[in-house]
């Protein structure tokens, strides 16, 4: 079945690292850090994001996470794959379930979010899931 969660989520215990510098003025750089949800997904995520970043600060961003808690009433872990960019302040992903990542009550979780937010201490979002 079709459902749909509205959270949020805080971002906490970041660690950005540039690894490389290439010609032109573009780095790439390593971010880690703790994800804390409430609402309809309620728990924590682990997450790791790659940034390709441009000499006028926008950048790519690619990044996986490690969901654990629940989902409605449902309890378990999934995997989110995320890729988008930043641009003008705004960032823009689309996280996709990744399949066959689900255990416990979320195992057969599939789904996305598509989010855009600017900057903020919580940011709210929809996540759109199946779940058999």
């Given at each position: ?14 660690l950005?690292?540039p690894?490389s510098?290439?010609?032109g ?11 804390l949800?409430?609402g309809?997904?309620?728990?924590k995520?682990?997450?790791?994001e790659?940034?390709?970043?441009y000499p006028?600060?926008?950048a790519?961003?690619?990044g996986?996470?490690n969901?654990i808690?629940k989902v409605r009433e449902?309890?378990?872990?999934f995997?989110?794959e ?6 003008g302040?705004v960032v823009?992903t689309?996280?996709t379930?990744v399949p ?5 009550e979320?195992?057969s ?5 598509n ?6 201490e919580e940011f709210?979002f929809t996540?759109?899931y199946i779940?058999?």
């Amino acid at each position: 079945m079709r459902f749909q969660a509205k959270a949020s989520f805080k971002i906490r215990n970041i660690l950005e690292k540039p690894f490389s510098d290439t010609a032109g003025g573009i780095t790439l750089s390593r971010v880690s850090l703790t994800i804390l949800y409430s609402g309809d997904m309620d728990g924590k995520g682990t997450y790791e994001e790659l940034r390709i970043i441009y000499p006028d600060k926008s950048a790519n961003i690619y990044g996986i996470q490690n969901f654990i808690g629940k989902v409605r009433e449902k309890s378990g872990s999934f995997i989110f794959e995320q890729k988008g960019d930043f641009k003008g302040g705004v960032v823009s992903t689309k996280w996709t379930v990744v399949p066959d990542t689900g255990t416990g009550e979320l195992k057969s979780i599939s789904g996305e979010v598509n989010f855009k937010s600017g900057a903020s201490e919580e940011f709210p979002f929809t996540f759109d899931y199946i779940l058999e």
